[in-house]
């Protein structure tokens, strides 16, 4: 199956600074999800991106299928964005997602 | 309107016996998805299904595993003669229809049930 890899698995913030997550995979997709699961385990869908460039707030995620990664940048980190941060491609015509490890924030006040 | 709810949030039993874990889809989701996931992983795909018919099962381990929907709306999660490596965190997700492409669609998961199995 399609193999995810999430960089850097670990990441500490100060309040304010930005940071850039990736996600590698190794087949082609047909989309890409990223997910942010908050302390408490709640996952929440940040971004449903097969391509191209998206912005919501102080997040944005690029996802280059051609060239098999995504990013996702975080401006301006606030202490609740800590959490895990999870790619999750869906390879052509599956129907179904495969996460990645996932990224763990932590920002500090 | 309602998210994804689950039921029980946690399931405690012991080695051997047979629990059933509950989703309720958001209204009008013809996806459903559950996941599990373990301490420091991502969720891990166990079966998807589309209306009522499960679409892909693939991702279940044993066939002490089985799920259900049968009006295409809650579905139940079954599993016979519980071990302990089956303890985890069981999501499930919903999502619109599918489309002719078969690809999914913006999923939007519910809160999990933490089962531990003794």
């Known amino acids: 199956g399609i193999q995810v890899e999430q960089s850097p698995p670990d990441l500490i913030l100060q309040e304010g600074a930005n940071s850039t997550l990736r996600c590698n995979f190794s087949d082609s997709v047909n989309n890409l999800q990223w997910f942010h699961q908050n302390p408490w385990g709640q996952l929440i869908n940040l971004f449903y991106?097969?391509?191209g460039t998206k912005q919501n707030g102080r997040l944005s995620a690029t996802t280059v299928a051609t060239e098999r990664y995504s990013l996702l940048y975080i401006s301006s980190s606030q202490t609740t964005d800590s959490g895990v941060y999870f790619c999750?491609?869906?390879?052509?015509?599956?129907?179904?997602?495969?996460f990645g490890d996932g990224t763990t924030l932590t920002v500090k006040p | 309107g309602a998210g994804v709810s689950q039921t029980p949030s946690n399931k405690v039993t012991e080695k051997g016996k047979y629990v059933e874990l509950r989703c309720d889809p958001i209204?009008?989701?013809?996806?459903l998805y559950w996941y599990r996931q373990s301490l420091g992983q991502g969720p891990e795909f166990l079966i998807y299904?589309?209306?009522?018919?499960?679409?892909?099962d693939s991702g279940l381990p044993n066939d002490r595993f089985f799920a259900v929907r049968p009006e295409g709306s809650v579905s139940t999660l079954k599993i016979q003669r519980t071990e302990r490596g089956d303890s985890a965190v069981y999501l499930c997700?919903?999502?619109?229809?599918?489309?002719?492409?078969?690809?999914?669609?913006?999923?939007?998961f519910g809160p999990g049930t933490r089962l531990t199995v003794l």
């Open positions: 997700a919903s999502s619109p229809y599918l489309g002719q492409r078969r690809s999914t669609d913006t999923q939007y």
């Open positions: 991106i097969p391509s």
């Open positions: 299904f589309q209306g009522t018919g499960a679409a892909d």
């Open positions: 999750a491609p869906e390879i052509t015509n599956a129907g179904k997602s495969t």
């Open positions: 209204s009008g989701h013809t996806a």
